[in-house]
């Protein structure tokens, strides 16, 4: 019988960021802020929209901020050099802003990334707590945001995955594979935005009538004056409905 000692070394940690990393943010444009828009009111332009809060007279702007440059601090230099290394340049974006880490991607990405995420020992990201959309009207090609808000119950940390789409084409993959908890999130994303996830195993409306026309949540639906669509409509039971996977 052996008396080796058994090794519990752990896999090494990855270096922080690259000189060259460095320089190359430096050097990108995404380092401005992206201007999106202005809004007056709070629920709208503040005027013919049904905005009835009494504050039509505010003015703001909504822009993203200027992606961030590296060293980024706390754990967030590790976990991208890990991502680097694994992925390559799955993650297009870097924002730090007030102390949280959102990481920008690319739908053809997005599946590779979330799977790292989730399996790597220095990341482990276990938990897809939400799946929600943004609509930048003004935003022309990236009209569309789908976020996912992870959690590393390993590590405790959150982590913020960002990715856009047109408007013309909003097709995302469904991360429920690797998720699956993502079910009914991407179910609602899909019924309030009208993004389309690609592989979900039952893409149908959660909130809203099967036969509802629009999306409630995009910038461009009416806030007001939206006529009752159940008048007179009959509602079968929901096992008739619609087919439901076990």
Known sequence: ??????????????????????????????LRVTYIGETSGVWGPGSGSGDVSGFDGLKGV???????????????????????????????????HRGELTLFTSTTRLSELMRLLRDDAHLRFEVCVSVSGVHYPEQSGSELHVIYELLS????????????????DPQVPSV????????????????????????????????MPDDWIGHPLRKDYGLGGVPVRFDGAEVPPPDQRRSYLL
């Open 1 to 30: 019988m052996s008396t080796e000692p058994q090794s519990d070394a752990k896999p090494a940690r990855r270096s922080g960021v690259s000189a060259a990393a460095i320089a190359a943010a430096e050097a990108a444009d995404t």
């Open 62 to 96: 909504v822009e993203l901020p200027p992606q961030s440059r590296p060293p980024y601090g706390s754990w967030f230099d590790e976990a991208i050099a890990e991502i680097n290394s694994e992925v390559g340049a799955a993650v297009s974006r870097v924002f730090v």
């Open 153 to 168: 119950i390993t590590h405790n940390r959150r982590l913020r995955v960002e990715v856009a789409v047109p408007e013309r």
């Open 176 to 207: 429920t594979a690797t998720y699956p908890m993502a079910n009914y999130h991407e179910r609602e994303t899909y019924d309030m935005f009208g993004i389309i996830f690609d592989g979900h195993p039952s893409l149908t409306r959660i909130l």
